[in-house]
């Protein structure tokens, strides 16, 4: 008697449209995962930065003008009389006049003064803003002990509340930078590593789209986003008590778009890079501009006001103009309209011109 064979019938796997992406998304994220290196620069480097910036920029007393005499005739009774105006913002030493001038000049002190009879001449340096300070602090001080009033009665008083401070200012910069550089070298890296490693060869073959494929590396961003946001603004809260004035639903919102725009232009530059160092230069170059002129360590406001309405046209300056103004002042999404319109045609162009110009090979 004859049997037939039998046949297992194979179930029929039924794939929707976003399956590929999926799994795209899932491999992305095991493989950043896997590198110890990217557990250290998107995680803990930015907390240390802000440490260290923190700690360099803390509140404390101010330090001492540094102020030099010329010994000649008459600089032990200048000397007492800047100690008399005012002793606790002046340190005055009396040097040779040779040697006074050399240090001036290699900055050991911010002013030099020399007694001609019973007038004083200040030497200061213009383009030091210690020095201008210094040449004020002093003559108001010798004109104080001198016995002279000021016309106008005047009080001072310090404002050193959280929302004011350096460190305040710098923590919505060094996340807009971290969110920066991560996306960029995060993405690029990774494209040009695939296509390097002829992974990418093996899509062709594939229904895989092209855009399927650069949206899933763009969107693994946003897993390592909520984290870098929570680390970050986490640790300024804790370790320098800074407050958040404004809604965290805003704040994650506008960094996810922030993520996004990089991820997007980080694709843009390595979509046809075929070594790691084409893409390493490319990038370099798109983000030097954002380094200097975005304000992440002081305001852009600094520059010439020619340039500004370009620094603001920048999309790393957006994402930090509008971070620090919900972070620090508590405003709304509808008001930072201008900043992400900015990072949503950025993100939008260079996801567009991304996907026209990758290449497989």
């Not at 449209?17 to 950043?32: S, V």
């Not at 990089?262 to 694709?267: E, K, P, R, S, V």
């Not at 160092?277 to 010439?304: H, L």
């Amino acid at each position: 008697m004859t049997t037939e064979p039998t046949t297992t019938a194979r179930p029929i796997v039924v794939h929707g449209r976003w399956t590929g992406y999926r799994m795209l998304l899932l491999a992305r994220l095991r493989e950043l995962f896997r590198e110890p290196e990217v557990i250290f620069w998107i995680f803990l480097f930015p907390i240390l930065l802000a440490l260290g910036l923190g700690v360099a920029f803390r509140n404390k007393p101010p330090e001492a003008t540094r102020v030099v005499i010329a010994v000649q005739p008459g600089s032990e009774h200048i000397a007492e009389l800047l100690r008399r105006g005012d002793a606790k913002s002046l340190k005055v030493e009396l040097q040779p006049p040779a040697q006074a001038a050399q240090n001036f000049r290699l900055g050991k002190f911010d002013l030099e003064l020399l007694p001609q009879g019973d007038a004083v001449e200040y030497v200061y340096d213009p383009a030091r803003p210690e020095s201008v300070l210094a040449r004020s602090i002093a003559d108001s001080a010798l004109q104080t002990a001198a016995g002279s009033r000021p016309a106008v009665a005047t009080t001072s008083r310090v404002n050193s509340e959280p929302g004011s401070r350096y460190i305040d200012f710098l923590i919505p910069g060094l996340l807009g930078m971290n969110l920066m550089g991560s996306g960029m070298w995060g993405i690029g890296f990774a494209l040009v590593e695939m296509r390097q490693r002829k992974l990418l060869k093996r899509y062709v073959a594939t229904p895989m789209r092209r855009g399927d494929f650069l949206l899933a590396l763009a969107s693994s961003r946003l897993i390592l986003m909520i984290v870098e946001l929570i680390l970050v603004l986490g640790f300024g809260i804790f370790a320098f008590h800074m407050k958040v004035l404004g809604s965290w639903a805003a704040i994650a919102l506008v960094t996810c778009l922030g993520a996004l725009t990089f991820a997007a232009l980080g694709l843009l530059t390595a979509s046809r890079a075929q070594k790691i160092e084409t893409a390493s230069g490319i990038m370099n170059v798109v983000m030097m501009p954002m380094w200097i002129f975005s304000g992440i360590f002081f305001s852009y406001e600094r520059f010439p006001a020619a340039v500004i309405p370009v620094i603001r046209l920048l999309p790393l300056t957006a994402l930090n103009d509008a971070l620090r103004a919900i972070i620090l002042e508590g405003s709304s999404l509808a008001s930072q309209a201008a900043p992400l319109a900015v990072l949503t045609v950025w993100g939008a162009l260079c996801f567009f011109f991304a996907v026209r110009f990758f290449r497989w090979t």
